[in-house]
């Protein structure tokens, strides 16, 4: 007897879009996977301080620092930088260091993501397509991120050329149906409208 629900199975991640805005993120590290997770979090709005010696410093992290788009402390991590933070990223090549990391974050209940080390991570990066509201993430769960990047990479080819900005148009259009339609009880009504000119 063929199965009525989808069968359950096992070994993934739960794939979400995390609201970040405002939200007090730490990365350790200045290196170049630094670089990518700090574009990451500030493109989501978060408040990102970065702690890393300035020897060593990616460009790419350097030229945030200069422009002000990040907070920055010039040493090595310290278990007080964790005071007030919501999560954690470190990129340092020290595994000693961010095992350290990971465990003081673990004690505190701060999610974190240790570069390289997936055993060591709350959550993972994963490889990212972006065209205005449209975000679209391929993960292999930590097993093998550059194959995640081919397939974004074959996926991105095979959309539409505008649709970015139709989703931004459907976003607008969603936001004057709210207005004529506020509450909660006319949601049925705002799709039946919505569907009907789609």
Aim: aromatic letters at 6%; proline letters at 6%.
């Amino acid at each position: 007897m063929a199965e009525k629900y989808p069968t359950v199975q096992g070994g993934g991640s739960l794939m979400l879009a995390w609201q970040v805005k405002n939200k007090r993120i730490l990365v350790v590290g200045g290196g170049e996977v630094a670089a990518g997770r700090i574009l990451n979090v500030l493109n989501a709005d978060a408040h990102v301080t970065v702690v890393s010696p300035r020897i060593g410093l990616n460009d790419e992290v350097a030229y945030r620092i200069e422009q002000q788009q990040v907070d920055y402390v010039d040493r090595k991590f310290e278990p007080s930088d964790l005071d007030g933070v919501d999560l954690v990223m470190t990129a340092v090549d020290d595994p000693e260091a961010s095992t350290q990391i990971y465990k003081l974050c673990q004690l505190r209940h701060i999610p974190a993501n240790i570069a390289d080390v997936p055993p060591e991570c709350d959550f993972y990066f994963g490889s990212v397509h972006r065209d205005g509201p449209l975000q679209i993430m391929i993960s292999t769960n930590g097993n093998g991120p550059k194959l995640a990047s081919i397939v974004r990479k074959k996926i991105a080819a095979r959309l539409p050329k505008n649709i970015g900005a139709a989703i931004a148009k459907v976003g607008m259009l969603r936001r004057k149906l709210r207005k004529i339609a506020p509450a909660i009880e006319e949601g049925p009504k705002r799709m039946q409208w919505y569907v009907h000119r789609s």
